[in-house]
């Protein structure tokens, strides 16, 4: 992790008519970082993150991801991203293999590249003996490991992870953590949100969100201290039970 800012926000807003989703939030995330994006439903996390990815306008305020506005600079932000979702947007009736090749060549990789990474990603994932089996057949957590790997197969300079690790058992979890930390260690800042609190243990730094706002932000040890608590569970449960809307 450096001192490159890759996404700068500034008192950033989202309305809905009268309803305000996300309120004025600022905050700054660093190159090779792994930032905790908390929050209850209906906090406005899900919201927040879709402004950041450039897939929906503020109202007002500022924010910029890898040096491009989210106001104006729509698509470069897309192609300078990597995005995964609960659901991994893998092709279950396409192999390992494949699903490699469709998503380098979405991303613009060279033949070469495609190629190059394909035979990577397959080795790194200890993948040899099943890169021709559809990806319908193969385990969750492989599942889980194959799409952020296909996420970042373009090193964008942020992936953003929207519960990534929803459904999958603990040890599961925490290989797929291992490629998160790797992923940091060559630059690539990671934007994560999670339900299980023990994995924003992890984070460099983690954001919580309340009613469309950030009430608290700083390292997990930081967080803990100040709220006088034992785990991020429990910094957690006090701040979300100050919240008044649901989902």
Known sequence: MDNQ??????ELTKRFEDFIAVDRISFEVSKGEIFGFLGANGAGKTTAMRMLCGLSIPSSGKASVAGFDVFHQTEAIKKSIGYMSQKFSLYEDLTIKE???FYGGIYGLSKTQIIDKTKYLVEHLHLQK??????????????QKLAFSVAIVHDPAIVFLDEPTGGVDPIARREFWELIYDASERGITV?????YMDEAEYCNRVSIMVDGKIEALDTPKQLKHRFESGSMDEVFLKLARKAVRGE
Do not use: A, M, Q, Y
Request: proline share 4%.
């Open 5 to 10: 800012k890759v996404i700068v926000v500034d």
């Open 191 to 195: 934007f994560v949100t999670t339900h």
């Open 99 to 101: 699903n490699i090749r």
């Open 130 to 143: 099943h890169e021709n089996s559809l990806v319908k057949s193969i385990p969750l957590g492989w599942k």
